[in-house]
């Protein structure tokens, strides 16, 4: 990812020298008032203990499929923010900022602590929005700038050629699943951990540019909803995230899905939940914006698609491979590869393709992680089904159970983005300050800010370690609680989802161990 606050702190050096990473920009150690391992041992059993708790607590009767909520449209404060002129406004500000990162890209200084691009994409709007999307909710459904934009495009032509329907809107492969998604999220991950020219301001506008155009093309294709709903890969992420949220959008009208592109856009009960085309179709009295408790959207009635679960699994594994990036054992690692005589015709092939060779490993490197990170789920999801007796499984395969469950890691992939990012988002997000009065580095002061200076003791590193062992270790307890309510649900018996849960404890604890000791080497002291 790109490091604006490197220079500040450390040396400025690039992502692939892990050692000067600093955890995002955060160079301070803390030294910690008891052993690393004690604090990771604990964190661990606090997460064992809740297993156990949950599981004397949680029994089938309490787990209902319905919830309560609150419709905010039903006050004056929800209308006024769900207003046609307030989304008007907020869609205009968010295509008018795509345009201005590409043209600052392509036009502006290239130095990326003068160009607006470089912050605005790594900090507002991939750290920032996934915030915003898992603690609040889905609001890149409503601002999507290519939504917008494609929307444009097909009302101007439909008043000028209102018989003439707006792009091809061939038929989608079934196959083809969400795929394209997780590819271009692969894509994305790799701009932002290995790609050595993420923070050069004009090759990062023209990677944006092409994402544009792929998104716009699959819209033209195969329908706006359509390519939102399996294409475009942030649509997607975001949507997983904002599951976890208090807020969802409904709609009350089981007719207007009948009209839905989606095969099946409503639930098991009926309700058509977080679809927005049927949502930005509906009418007023058929609308629904509601508070619900935390999570429950996360409780799915059916499986994912396979593509589905690989992307939300690469929600979660990208953001760990970040954080091994600034361990010594990847140094360690990179080292190896870069010599071995075996990788050697790999690296040399990559090179060119990537940039240097430090590149080439980092990408070889990437790939094998987030193959061996799904691997390691499917091969839990058969522990899961061979240890729930035959008699509770309901004819349910291991790799159901692996897309019935994988929901259920979102909030550690929430957790984990939370705690692995606070620091770069509040020290690098302040660049933001000066560069919305000189967006493109020419010396402006627009609005009286450019002269700001970035304060890098905003945050400290004793806050940071506290506040990541608080969060990683919530994210896994929650976690914990929604595998045992899903179990409940799929296996129908208190004892058969019991039983089931011990390997995913299992996963559970270990991956608290693992993500804790990853979170420390760049901020804990550890002798």
């Known amino acids: 990812m790109y490091r604006l606050a490197v220079t500040l702190l450390v040396s400025f050096l690039s992502l692939l020298m892990p050692l000067a990473v600093q955890a995002h920009g955060f160079a301070q150690r803390y030294d910690l008032p008891v052993p690393l391992a004690l604090y990771v041992g604990g964190a661990a059993a606090a997460v064992a203990l809740s297993f156990v708790v949950i599981a004397l607590v949680v029994r089938r009767q309490r787990t209902p499929d319905n919830y309560p909520r609150c419709n905010l449209l039903a006050t004056w404060p929800g209308r006024l923010l769900a207003s046609g002129v307030m989304v008007g406004i907020l869609r205009a500000i968010t295509v008018g900022l795509l345009m201005l990162v590409i043209i600052a890209g392509f036009t502006g200084n290239p130095d990326p602590f003068r160009n607006i691009a470089p912050t605005t994409v790594w900090v507002v709007w991939w750290v920032g929005l996934a915030y915003v999307s898992g603690l609040l909710g889905d609001l890149w459904a409503v601002i999507n700038p290519w939504k917008t934009l494609f929307s444009v495009a097909a009302w101007l032509v439909k008043r000028v050629r209102p018989a003439t329907p707006f792009g091809l809107q061939l038929a989608y492969p079934r196959w083809l699943g969400d795929w394209p998604a997780v590819l271009l999220f692969v894509w994305f991950v790799w701009a932002e951990l290995v790609w050595p020219a993420s923070d050069d301001p004009q090759r990062l506008a023209l990677a944006i540019s092409a994402y544009s155009l792929i998104t716009l093309l699959g819209m033209v294709v195969f329908g706006k909803y359509v390519w939102l709903r399996h294409g475009e890969a942030f649509s997607l992420v975001f949507g997983f995230l904002a599951r976890f949220s208090p807020t969802e959008v409904r709609v009350t009208s089981r007719q207007r899905c009948a009209a839905c592109s989606a095969a099946r856009c409503h639930d098991s009960q009926g309700d058509c939940i977080n679809c927005y085309e049927c949502f930005e179709q509906a009418t007023a009295s058929e609308r629904e914006w509601n508070l619900r408790p935390w999570a429950v959207g996360l409780l799915t009635a059916q499986p994912l698609a396979v593509s589905s679960m690989v992307l939300v699994l690469l929600m979660l594994s990208s953001v760990t491979f970040d954080g091994l990036?600034?361990?010594?054992?990847?140094?360690?690692?990179?080292?190896?590869?870069?010599?071995?005589?075996?990788?050697?015709?790999?690296?040399?092939?990559?090179?060119?393709?990537?940039?240097?060779?430090?590149?080439?490993?980092?990408?070889?490197?990437?790939?094998?992680?987030?193959?061996?990170?799904?691997?390691?789920?499917?091969?839990?999801?058969?522990?899961?089904?061979?240890?729930?007796?035959?008699?509770?499984?309901?004819?349910?395969?291991?790799?159901?159970?692996?897309?019935?469950?994988?929901?259920?890691?979102?909030?550690?992939?929430?957790?984990?983005?939370?705690?692995?990012?606070?620091?770069?988002?509040?020290?690098?997000?302040?660049?933001?300050?000066?560069?919305?009065?000189?967006?493109?580095?020419?010396?402006?002061?627009?609005?009286?800010?450019?002269?700001?200076?970035?304060?890098?003791?905003?945050?400290?590193?004793?806050?940071?370690?506290?506040?990541?062992?608080?969060t990683i270790v919530t994210g896994h307890i929650i976690a914990v609680y929604l595998a045992h309510v899903m179990a409940l649900r799929t296996f129908r018996d208190s004892r058969a989802a019991l039983a089931s849960q011990f390997p995913m404890l299992l996963l559970m604890v270990g991956y608290t161990m693992l993500s804790l000791w990853i979170l420390a080497q760049p901020v804990v002291e550890t002798g």
Do not use: K
């Not at 522990?383 to 890691?409: E, H, K, W």
């Open 325 to 470: 990036l600034a361990t010594p054992l990847w140094g360690t690692v990179a080292e190896w590869m870069l010599y071995s005589e075996i990788l050697r015709p790999a690296v040399i092939l990559l090179q060119d393709w990537t940039g240097n060779a430090i590149a080439a490993v980092s990408t070889i490197a990437l790939l094998v992680f987030l193959l061996l990170f799904q691997l390691l789920y499917r091969l839990f999801a058969v522990l899961m089904s061979c240890s729930t007796p035959r008699a509770a499984r309901n004819d349910i395969s291991s790799g159901q159970v692996a897309r019935l469950f994988v929901l259920t890691l979102v909030p550690i992939a929430l957790a984990y983005h939370l705690a692995h990012y606070l620091s770069f988002l509040l020290i690098v997000g302040q660049y933001m300050i000066p560069l919305v009065s000189d967006p493109l580095g020419r010396d402006w002061n627009l609005f009286g800010t450019a002269l700001y200076m970035v304060d890098i003791g905003i945050i400290n590193a004793r806050f940071v370690w506290i506040t990541s062992v608080v």
